[in-house]
């Protein structure tokens, strides 16, 4: 007989669930991307990501760039992206984001972003650029992983992170095809060194 | 040099990037020197990166594959790299999912994760707990409780964030870790004592004594870490807002207390707790605002964005609380960052004043197509609550709204933008030609069936009124050559207004309805042969009633009353006046049509409500045959809030009885109600013919109790009665604590407020969009007139408020509103009276001393018009 329920009891406010659940999943993305030149060509170098958030690789891939086209042209720091707040910085041609939900705390992205940037830019000597990282990839993934744990912030002391990773970056790539790579390279030099002295000759002669 | 270097790669591809194209099967043929003696660390290194950078792309790997690459990883063990020993680490996680036998590294990670190597353990620990299943865990929870309090941060850390992430598998082991998170949360370490707080919470938090207790801890002994501060204010926000706490709470002062950290993030993570609880007043806002004001000139682009992104929040519900910050916002109008430039104009024009209109919509015009779509629809919804409160101003916005349209965008974003353009033109009768214009020309190129039937329908239903509504027609068949079949429908329904409207019209409406006719669609000829059929009677009545009009009783009522109609098969023609009204949906563009007057209450609520109590009212054997319900009222108040029994009552009425349902509750913990039933002694010839009672009433649990009421037959003029009620019952007093009553009770009674039906009651509410048409179509036979001289109201506003709720019939043409320094009006009400006799009834205002009111009462049924003037008499 108490089957009778009460209308008025589905009256619940609605209120915008604008407080966040208080929890330590902070973090619902993290990837680099690169800048080939060509704008429309990325490619991700190294990503975490909710799985409930971008389930399959089609949903982030869409995600990536959306976010790359509307944040490369200008050095905006944050933005907010379908309903993501994305904070992000630059590096001569790399891109790093870290993604957090639209009530998520900006601040702690920022500091979640600031570590990630640091800790990559000590391992590779200030040199944060594409190529420097691509021969570093194994310890960027190791830097990411000591970051973010899951969607948790593990760390956000730069200096901490790199004690914990304790990765020596390469000096000299030492395997045969670089050094041969390498020495191509020198001649290519050379030679464009020879072809600039023959014109500034033959235009100091013609002057 | 270098730098030289790589641009010659740049130029010459992408030949520089070694993981470009990786095959996977060349990456697993590569995994195979994993087997050889001694290993090279180096190279393996090299392939164990090139594995995790293609599952990091997506690339599948088969079981059988995965498996075989894991296997030989193990092998890698042996190995003293530091790095690759690492990158084992990551591999396991990697692989996890896709392997098969991943137990089988158990050994060697519980080996690392209690060695000497600091630098494994942490690691270690992490890739363990992603293999490890709930019967696993037993075996490894005796070195999770020693890592969980290591003297290491990085190990208790790495502990206490893999038992959070085992939390969702293995609730009941996790919990009994919890000492151990309890030592660990004291640790001097900030992240150790951040992530101890989290999973403390986490296995916590559906105990709200403890969470408080937890929380009361840590606010006196006081934390290291910002991050833990943050989580503590969330913890503590959501604490406040479910035990309702007012703001003299200890959870608010600490809050507040944070305001003064020295750490941004935790200042900014409490003022937007501050802004964010729903009882805020304005004095509480003011120390927020300040430091998100002083934020607002941060060098910092985050800072900025979330200081003014949460004013802008906070201008939404208490604009003037935010004022004081105009001018910090005016400075971010031209930040370079736009998200930041969209969010300060749109909170400036939220607190701004009017004359700072113009200059801001030129500002922001000048870079809303760089700004992305959810920024463009905060935007609108600014101009939106901008026109509302400053409606001279349509003109500026109009011009801006149009311009935005002609812009790409998405759906949400136009959809914004139509229902703001339309909802100015309800506003202001002014902008109704521009307004329409502007839409006329946005449907010639759009590609949304949903906007386009909507802008249809509305260019339907105010385009004959305009002075010049030829000019509609062609935007309108325009559509009717071009469109889906949904739009092309609407477009023929849009024209038959035309045509029933204005009669100069009608013959080139016909030759238009007549190429319709031959549409391919089903449903496009169907409704263009009804129409030309009706507009070619050219009877007012017709139209009134077929096109302007249409059906006013509820869609899911219809189905019913058919449905039972085909079940019973009987010789009686069905009859359109036993199906349940559908009382004046709150914008008419609403699909779903919202059975009840439920203006107040959310909107995914009402479709449900009437037919709930019908299902209920129903099942009570008692109430057999009363015929369909007419409407149920708002539910009254019969006792004050705190008192010992909460009782209210909703009214029922139906042809011609009235069911009173009242849902009484028990607040009192200590006593059994049963058997409670409601006495009613009416004022007038009412007749009470049954009581319903609730079996029992139990602390807490509302029941509802009934009682049948039949209207006087002989007087139908007789539609207000007054009834004393007086709720009897049988107490049995009972333990508190265990709710076991004692064996017998004793009667008792208690005396609730008085209840009075009055003439709302036999009214439901409809909406007529065309009231002259429909007032036509009633004719004047019944008509009736009178004047009254109300002496106590003083403004017209008032006056019109108080006829609305008095009669409780729907306002049509948008007459409720009082246009401003007027000293005349004319109200429209139209509604149905019980039994089903259409009434409207039009009442010219005018204000003198105090209020003269002319009231015209047109119906179907003679008595209706009688009970009316009666009544409001």
Redesign the interface.
């Known amino acids: 007989?108490?089957a009778?329920s009460?209308?008025?009891?589905?009256?619940a406010?609605?209120?915008d669930s604008?407080?966040?659940?208080?929890?330590?999943y902070t973090v619902k993305a993290v990837f680099i991307l690169d800048n080939?030149?060509n704008k429309t060509l990325q490619?991700?170098l190294?990503?975490y990501y909710d799985p409930e958030l971008y389930p399959?690789?089609k949903e982030?891939k869409n995600f990536e760039l959306n976010v790359f086209n509307?944040t490369h042209k200008?050095d905006?720091?944050?933005?907010?992206?379908?309903?993501m707040t994305i904070?992000y910085k630059s590096s001569i041609?790399l891109f790093f984001y870290v993604v957090g939900s639209a009530q998520e705390?900006?601040?702690?992205?920022?500091?979640v972003l600031n570590c990630l940037f640091e800790s990559v830019s000590q391992m590779l000597r200030k040199n944060v650029?594409?190529?420097t990282l691509?021969?570093n990839?194994?310890?960027v993934?190791?830097v990411v992983?000591e970051i973010i744990?899951?969607g948790?912030?593990?760390?956000?002391d730069p200096q901490?992170v790199i004690e914990?990773?304790?990765?020596r970056a390469d000096d000299s790539p030492l395997s045969e095809q670089s050094v041969a790579q390498h020495i191509t390279?020198k001649l290519?030099?050379t030679s464009n060194v020879l072809q600039s002295a023959k014109e500034q000759i033959k235009w100091s002669i013609l002057k | 040099?270098i730098k030289?270097?790589?641009k010659?790669?740049?130029e010459s591809g992408?030949g520089?990037?070694?993981?470009?194209h990786l095959e996977k099967s060349a990456v697993l043929q590569e995994a195979r020197i994993f087997n050889e003696t001694p290993i090279n660390p180096r190279r393996c290194?090299?392939i164990?990166?090139k594995i995790?950078?293609l599952l990091?792309?997506?690339e599948h790997f088969g079981t059988t594959e995965a498996t075989e690459a894991f296997f030989a990883m193990t092998r890698l063990f042996q190995s003293n790299d530091?790095?690759l020993r690492?990158?084992c680490y990551?591999t396991i996680?990697e692989m996890a999912n896709i392997s098969e036998d991943v137990i089988i590294v158990t050994s060697s990670l519980t080996k690392d994760m209690t060695g000497k190597e600091d630098?494994y353990r942490?690691?270690a620990i992490?890739a363990l707990c992603r293999i490890t299943d709930t019967t696993m865990l037993q075996a490894i929870e005796r070195y999770m409780k020693q890592a969980i309090v290591d003297k290491v941060p990085?190990v208790s850390?790495?502990a206490l964030?893999?038992s959070?992430?085992m939390v969702k598998m293995s609730f009941d082991v996790v919990k009994r870790w919890v000492n151990e998170a309890q030592e660990a949360a004291s640790s001097d370490n900030i992240?150790v004592q951040?992530?101890a707080l989290?999973?403390l919470?986490?296995l916590r938090?559906n105990d709200r004594l403890a969470v408080t207790k937890m929380l009361n801890k840590f606010t006196k002994s006081g934390l290291k870490s910002p991050?833990a501060y943050?989580?503590m204010i969330?913890?503590a926000?959501?604490l406040l807002?479910e035990t309702e706490g007012g703001h003299d709470s200890p959870l608010f002062d600490f809050i507040e207390s944070c305001l003064r950290n020295k750490h941004?993030?935790v200042v900014?993570?409490a003022a937007?707790?501050i802004v964010?609880m729903?009882k805020c007043t304005a004095r509480e806002l003011a120390p927020a605002v300040s430091v998100l004001q002083l934020f607002c000139s941060s060098p910092?682009?985050?800072?900025r964005?979330?200081a003014v992104?949460t004013l802008n929040?906070v201008a939404m519900k208490h604009p003037s609380a935010v004022t004081a910050c105009n001018l910090d916002l005016e400075n971010l109008i031209t930040d370079?960052?736009?998200?930041i430039a969209t969010l300060a104009i749109t909170t400036l024009l939220k607190t701004g004043s009017e004359s700072s209109v113009d200059r801001l919509m030129k500002q922001i015009s000048s870079f809303v197509s760089e700004i992305?779509d959810?920024?463009k629809v905060v935007v609108v919804q600014a101009i939106s609550a901008l026109c509302q409160k400053y409606p001279r101003k349509h003109s500026v916005m109009m011009n801006f709204l149009s311009n935005m349209l002609r812009d790409d965008g998405g759906f949400e974003y136009k959809r914004a933008i139509v229902d703001c353009i339309i909802s100015i033109i309800e506003e202001n009768p002014e902008s109704k030609e521009t307004g329409l214009a502007h839409l006329c020309e946005f449907i010639e190129d759009c590609e949304h069936t949903v906007l386009a039937t909507k802008i249809l329908h509305m260019l339907g239903k105010e385009g004959p009124r305009t002075p010049t509504p030829s000019k509609y027609i062609r935007f309108i068949f325009n559509r009717v050559v071009l469109e889906s079949e949904a739009v092309r429908a609407a477009a023929v329904s849009a024209l038959a207004k035309f045509g029933a409207q204005n009669d100069d019209l009608l013959p080139s409406v016909l030759v238009l309805m007549q190429r319709c006719m031959m549409d391919s669609d089903d449903e496009v000829r169907d409704r263009a042969t009804f129409y030309m059929n009706v507009l070619q009677q050219k009877q007012k009545a017709l139209n009134a009633a077929y096109i302007f009009n249409g059906l006013s009783v509820s869609v899911p009522g219809l189905e019913k009353s058919l449905h039972q109609y085909t079940l019973e098969p009987s010789e009686k023609p069905f009859d359109m006046k036993t199906v349940p009204l559908a009382t004046a949906p709150i914008t008419e563009q609403k699909t779903e049509i919202a059975p009840m007057a439920t203006s107040k209450?959310?909107e995914k609520?009402a479709p449900?409500?009437q037919d709930?109590?019908q299902e209920?009212l129903a099942a009570i054997p008692e109430f057999k045959g009363l015929g369909p319900l007419f409407k149920s009222s708002e539910?009254v108040q019969l006792t004050e809030a705190e008192t010992e029994y909460v009782v209210r009552c909703i009214k029922h009425t139906f042809g011609n009885h009235m069911i009173f349902q009242f849902?009484c509750t028990n607040t009192l913990n200590d006593q059994l109600l049963q058997r409670v039933q409601v006495q009613m002694e009416p004022s007038e010839s009412y007749e009470v013919l049954h009581y319903v009672p609730?079996?029992?009433l139990h602390y807490s649990?509302?029941?509802?109790c009934y009682s049948l009421v039949r209207l006087p037959e002989d007087d139908p003029t007789a539609v207000s009665c007054t009834f004393s009620c007086t709720m009897k019952y049988l107490v049995r007093d009972c333990d508190p604590n265990t709710g076991e009553p004692d064996d017998d009770g004793y009667d008792d009674e208690y005396v609730l407020e008085d209840l009075e039906v009055t003439v709302a009651d036999h009214i439901q509410k409809v909406l007529k969009p065309n009231f002259g048409a429909a007032w036509e179509e009633i004719g004047d036979e019944f008509e009736k007139e009178e004047t009254f001289a109300l002496a106590t109201v003083r403004t017209l506003d008032e006056a019109v408020n108080n006829i609305i709720s008095f009669l409780g019939m729907q306002p049509c043409e948008r007459s409720d509103k009082v246009a401003e320094n007027k000293n005349s009006h004319v109200l429209f009400l139209a509604g149905v009276f019980r039994g089903g006799h259409d009434v409207l009834v039009r009442a010219r205002l005018a204000l003198a001393d105090g209020v003269t009111m002319q009231v015209t009462v047109r119906s179907t049924d003679e008595n209706v018009v009688d009970v009316i003037l009666a009544s409001v008499g």
Do not use: W
């Not at chain 1, 705390?105 to 500091?111: D, H, K, R, S």
């Not at chain 2, 520089?16 to 470009?20: E, L």
């Not at chain 2, 910092?300 to 800072?303: E, Q, V």
């Not at chain 2, 649990?701 to 509802?704: D, K, R």
């Open positions: 007989m108490t009778q009460c209308p008025r009891q589905h009256c406010t609605t209120m604008a407080a966040l659940e208080p929890s330590l080939d030149g490619k991700n190294k990503n399959s690789m982030q509307k200008a905006n720091e944050i933005a907010f992206l379908e309903g904070v041609d705390n900006e601040l702690m992205l920022m500091a650029e594409k190529r691509l021969d990839m194994d310890g993934f190791l992983d744990d899951g948790v912030i593990l760390e956000s901490q914990k990773v304790n990765y390279e290519a030099l | 040099m030289k270097f790589d010659k790669d740049e992408s520089s990037n070694p993981f470009q290194l090299h164990l990166t995790i950078y990091n792309q997506g530091q790095t690492r990158m990551l996680k630098v942490g690691p992490r990085s850390s790495s964030v893999s959070l992430h992240m951040y992530h989290g999973l919470y986490h938090k991050f943050c989580m969330r913890i926000s959501k807002e941004e993030m900014y993570e937007s707790a964010h729903p910092k682009a985050a800072l964005y979330a992104r929040k370079s960052n736009r998200s992305s959810e920024f209450l959310p609520l449900a409500r709930i109590y209920q539910p849902d609730a079996p029992s649990q509302p029941n509802s």
